[in-house]
Nanobody, 126 residues
Framework: QVQLVESGGGSVQPGGSLMLNCTPS??????????AGWYRQAPGQQRELVAS???????NYADSVRRRFTISRDTAKNVHFLQMNNLNPEDTAVYRC??????????????????WGEGIQVTVSS
């Protein structure tokens, strides 16, 4: 199982921006990045898929973040990102990245993400 690592989280005031990064914990040149996504979960709340990008590059967003968040990827580096703009306190959560790493452990073309991060805190407060 390929492990992913999130970075770029932290604390920001309402209206601010953050960029989250998701990268494999090591260098795996034989692997390639397919679909990817970002989840978030606040204390006492259910996990929510906030953004995803499929293998063809089509993106999708939860209504709560649409037009504020942008998911992107760099397939050459097997890295993907979540640009978060106009943040508000409702965005406070642990954000977790996931991806399809083609050729990675657990990969199946008809299954979902086979690589996950541990999560990173994003806090939006005044």
């Amino acid at each position: 199982q390929v492990q992913l690592v999130e970075s770029g989280g932290g604390s920001v005031q309402p209206g601010g921006s953050l960029m989250l990064n998701c990268t494999p914990s090591g260098t795996f040149p034989a692997f390639s990045l397919g679909a990817a996504g970002w989840y978030r979960q606040a204390p006492g709340q259910q996990r929510e898929l906030v953004a995803s990008i499929n293998s063809a590059g089509r993106t999708n967003y939860a209504d709560s973040v649409r037009r504020r968040f942008t998911i992107s990827r760099d397939t050459a580096k097997n890295v993907h990102f979540l640009q978060m703009n106009n943040l508000n306190p409702e965005d406070t959560a642990v954000y977790r990245c996931a991806a399809v790493i083609i050729g990675g452990d657990g990969y199946h073309p008809d299954r979902g993400y086979n690589a996950w991060g541990e999560g990173i805190q994003v806090t939006v407060s005044s």
